[in-house]
């Protein structure tokens, strides 16, 4: 089966800088990989989401980056915000099946002031 | 509009007790899961179903049954619950092919955390 790993576990930028965090995946079949942020005593909430077809993806500060070759992904937080400090889940999929999502161990964002 | 529901938010057990946690859907998706989430292990799935009286397992279904007699509804049982059981379970819903993505963007209750003693 798929096997998601997520690096690192924990990360803390001072406000303002950018931040990222790496996923990697095992099964070349996978083609969907979306991130979900959790905020502290929150629910999981679907955040930008990329297809393999893509090599790229932007939704204002937050980009999404895939290299297929290397079965890796990354989400890039730019001009980071206090509110940017939760959870970041990145998963992986095949045929946009949620039924065979795997999620990554996650990575806890702290935002410095 | 209330999205995903679960009940209860809080329960603590015995080892050995039994209880059931209620997932509730209004948005009409056909998929639903029961997901585990454990410090450092991420979210693991639990059992899932494609559609009203159909339900499979996922990664880690020992110890765990359930149900989905009505289309908007799922619910997780523990029969005899144990320490290890000790977590936060999350709901989730979704459609089998998103109408505008075609993806199966995920929509979460907001969690259940369940101790067993």
């Known amino acids: 089966g798929e096997n998601v790993e997520q690096h690192p576990s924990t990360l803390s930028v001072q406000e303002g800088d950018s931040a990222v965090i790496k996923c990697t995946y095992s099964?070349?079949?996978?083609?969907?990989f979306p991130w979900y942020k959790q905020e502290l005593g929150k629910r999981p909430q679907l955040i930008i989401d990329?297809?393999?077809?893509?090599g790229e993806k932007k939704d204002q500060r937050i980009a999404v980056t895939l290299n297929k070759t290397a079965k890796h992904f990354s989400l890039h937080i730019t001009e980071t915000q206090p509110e940017d400090s939760a959870v970041y889940f990145c998963?992986?999929?095949?045929?946009?099946?949620?039924?065979?999502?795997?999620f990554g161990t996650g990575t806890r964002l702290t935002i410095i002031p | 509009n209330a999205g995903v529901t679960q009940t209860p938010k809080f329960r603590v057990l015995k080892t050995g007790q039994s209880m059931t946690l209620l997932c509730a859907q209004d948005?009409?998706?056909?998929?639903m899961y029961w997901y585990r989430q454990d410090p450092g292990m991420g979210l693991r799935l639990i059992h899932y179903?494609?559609?009203?009286?159909?339900?499979a397992k996922g990664e880690v279904p020992d110890g765990y049954n359930v149900s989905r007699l009505k289309k908007q509804n799922f619910l997780l049982g523990l029969e005899s619950a144990a320490p290890s059981q000790t977590s936060v379970y999350f709901c989730?819903?979704?459609?089998?092919?998103?109408?505008?993505?075609?993806?199966?963007?995920?929509?979460f209750g907001a969690g259940s955390r369940l101790t067993v003693l």
């Open positions: 989730a819903s979704s459609y089998s092919l998103h109408p505008i993505s075609g993806a199966n963007v995920l929509t």
């Open positions: 998963a992986a999929t095949s045929n946009f099946g949620n039924e065979k999502l795997t």
């Open positions: 948005m009409n998706h056909e998929y």
């Open positions: 179903s494609v559609g009203e009286g159909t339900t």
């Open positions: 990329i297809r393999s077809n893509v």
């Open positions: 099964d070349s079949a996978s083609n969907y």
